[in-house]
């Protein structure tokens, strides 16, 4: 709810926004259910022929009507409430999908990574001690194609001819830790190549310490040649044409890894979301957790990507 009511400053009565969120989730506080989601649908506004949120204004308060209208569009558009086509038509909103496309990208995240990208980790890592720089040299670029969600709009939908997968596209470069470095979230149908073209010229602004690259056979010569141009040595990982079953490849397990990381929280098992700007922030957000996990771990802490090495044999 604090992500709610922190919206509602800088617009239009501030004041009376906040306490018209504050009426609308302490009715729904008093509802049966652990998530806000629970409580919603139970409180009988989402079901066939409900009354309007805006229902609950009462004579003598500070909060009216109108108010109580935009505190629920609010709710709507930051998700933290997902009503049925019913509890949607109970409330009249003029414009919002101009409000929903607005709160999709995430100006919070875009900080942290600014703070991130400014703060020195290297007293975190020992990367001094061990005579290592802290920024990348070598990344690892791959694509993964998911199902997209009947709430993405047809036209940032496309579909993979190779996986034969109607959805969405993630293109990612990772350092050789398998940290992430670039992502891009395009339709299913933009090719590898091309998506590899957009990542190594994000990786080429961004990092332009990176000299290497490694990628699969999936990656044709047009995007060799034009990541060549911009400094950066791509080399093709392929599978021995003997090999039968799975076998990990060299480096490039990093970027699967990434991928498999990814692939543990559920929001990202399908792109659940209307926009790609909002994509690129729920992903981004399970890379910092992973990130977190990384740099709290300690040697009694285990688990998947936690476990520490084995000692050598002696």
């Known amino acids: 709810m604090r992500i709610v009511e922190r919206e509602t400053r800088g617009r239009p009565n501030p004041g009376r926004r906040q306490r018209a969120v504050q009426r609308i989730f302490a009715v729904l506080e008093e509802m049966e259910g652990s998530t806000w989601q629970e409580r919603w649908e139970a409180s009988g ?41 019913s509890g949607f038509r109970a409330n009249t909103f003029t414009d919002f999908p101009e409000r929903f496309r607005e709160l999709q990208p995430d100006p919070y995240l875009e900080k942290f990574f600014a703070a991130v990208d400014g703060y020195d980790f290297n007293h975190m890592h020992g990367l001094r001690a061990k005579g290592r720089r802290i920024l990348p040299t070598a990344a690892v670029i791959d694509a993964q194609t998911v199902k997209a969600s009947p709430n993405a709009p047809e036209a940032t939908q496309g579909y993979d001819g190779g996986k034969r997968v109607k959805g969405r596209k993630r293109h990612i470069a990772t350092d050789t830790l398998g940290l992430l470095l ?81 692939s543990r929280y559920r929001r990202l ?30 040697p009694n802490k285990t688990g998947q990507y936690l476990r520490p090495k084995p000692p050598a044999a002696a």
């Open 182 to 262: 670039v992502l891009i979230v395009t339709a299913a149908g933009v090719q590898d190549t091309n998506g590899g073209k957009l990542a190594a010229d994000e990786l080429a602004t961004k990092l332009p310490t990176v000299t290497k690259a490694w990628v699969d056979a999936g990656y044709k010569a047009k995007m060799i040649a034009h990541a060549s141009d911009l400094g950066i040595d791509v080399e093709v990982v392929s599978r021995d044409a003997e090999q039968k079953g799975f076998v990990v490849q060299k480096v490039r397990w990093r970027v699967e890894q990434t991928f498999g990381i990814m």
């Open 269 to 298: 098992h399908r792109d659940y979301e209307a926009l790609p700007t909002r994509s690129r922030s729920m992903i981004h957000w399970s890379m910092v957790n992973s990130m977190a996990n990384r740099l709290t771990a300690s």
């Open 45 to 85: 506004f989402d079901s066939e022929g409900a009354d309007p949120v805006r229902g609950l204004a009462a004579p003598g308060d500070h909060v009216d009507s109108g108010d109580l209208t935009a505190g629920i569009k609010l709710a709507f558009c930051l998700r933290v409430i997902r009503p049925s086509i």
